[in-house]
């Protein structure tokens, strides 16, 4: 990469998911040094950690933080507390018993698998790395158009934690701000498997499912599966994840 | 209490020292049933749990969790790293060698204690405590007054972190949005130990001091304990906390 224009330092968020590791390639296109960051929060997919590590590898990142949270403290999400992650019904496969326990249907529209201020928490993190490492960007990957129901993942939520990011550390306060970015927030998710593969992220080390078997097979049934397999449809691709039910 | 109004619940970042327990006692009379949220971040004064946990007992919360978190993985602090607690030379007491450690000013006036962005990290998790467990607010401690330094103490982040969070969560969107209180941040240090006195806090539960001995006896010297003895002086009383030099 010793062509590429110095951009300084940069910070990615690294869930091991398909949109981070696309927004990684962005940084990385664009001439930082990445500083991966990447969450262990007692969720049940841990294995997007070791997809996470992959990812990095694969980017060449300069350094990898893995921060243990405990947001099971605080209880109630889908993803963090026991309780069985909703799959929509799919008409060509009878619904076994485990998996028709009923749940409240979402107030709002807002999805099950909602964590509570999830996202402030890793962009806080983010900022203290960030001031830390001197890296003038953060990168995330929300996206608005296949988690609209995430009240953090909204353009107008990146706005306003930037504002406050604006005024909240030292770095900002001597005149070297650190900017919050997230370049696939508009976009669908065929166009990011698409700009995934011009920056040749290599998407067989992605992970996405939130109820993976403990040999890291994906369930293809739940909404992040579905979501990440409608794209790859669409973008009119075979996805390399390994999935229980191919 | 059961005299006082209801004003359902509140989140209270308690860090055991004096501003955070007369926080607390503020928020119990303003009718709040209290959720105590304390951290540990690797910070040489880890003392500090042992007060916050009497403290919230005194107070009698709902809840006291306790996150552990590493913010030593991103170093730079003196109240994290392995450097010593800067110590204003006092003229009655030669400096011993130990605690004269050339370290560079602070650019900006921004103390060597600053931690980055250490109260969006606190506040993020608060958020997620408060939405969890459907708490109306979330009271910090903060003081603009006599750490006028620190980025994050000032009212303008106080008013953009309530601005990111009026639209960060389910309970914002769902016209229930959590107020970020801090009633201590224009306040001297002697106004905060008379308020806590009339609202019948126990200072000798509370603990100050940047780098107490094992027993938790405060040094007297660090810039922490060099405030909160002033402000028991401006206020005319003795503070009752245990000293290494008293």
Do not use: W
């Not at 664009?30 to 070791?50: C, K, P, T, W």
């Not at 060509?92 to 999830?118: D, F, K, Q, S």
């Not at 790395?129 to 003038?136: I, K």
């Not at 608005?144 to 990146?158: M, T």
Request: hydrophobic share 45%.
């Amino acid at each position: 990469m010793s062509e590429l224009p110095q951009a300084g330092g940069a910070v990615v968020l690294l869930s091991g998911g398909l949109d981070s590791a696309v927004t990684a390639a962005i940084a990385r296109a664009a001439g930082h040094r990445l500083f991966a960051l990447s969450f262990l929060y007692g969720q049940r997919h841990a294995v997007e950690r070791d997809a996470a590590c992959s990812v990095a590898a694969a980017m060449g990142v300069v350094r990898h933080v893995v921060q243990t949270i405990d947001l099971r403290v605080f209880g109630g999400s889908a993803l963090t507390a026991d309780i069985d992650v909703p799959k929509p019904a799919r008409p060509a496969t009878a619904e076994p018993a485990a998996r028709t326990r009923t749940l409240p249907p979402p107030p709002g529209g807002i999805p099950l698998t909602y964590v509570p201020a999830r996202n402030t928490i890793f962009l806080a993190f983010a900022l203290a790395y960030a001031e830390t490492v001197e890296a003038s960007a953060i990168y995330l990957g929300v996206n608005a158009v296949d988690y609209s129901g995430y009240p953090d993942c909204r353009p107008e939520y990146i706005r306003r934690f930037q504002a406050m990011a604006d005024v909240a550390t030292r770095a900002a306060l001597e005149g070297t701000p650190i900017r919050i970015l997230a370049p696939l927030i508009d976009m669908t998710k065929a166009q990011i498997i698409r700009r995934g593969l011009e920056l040749g992220v290599d998407f067989s080390l992605t992970h996405s499912c939130y109820d993976p078997e403990a040999s890291g097979r994906a369930c293809g049934r739940c909404e992040s599966c579905l979501i990440r397999l409608d794209g790859f449809r669409a973008a009119g691709l075979a996805d390399p994840a390994p999935y229980q039910n191919p």
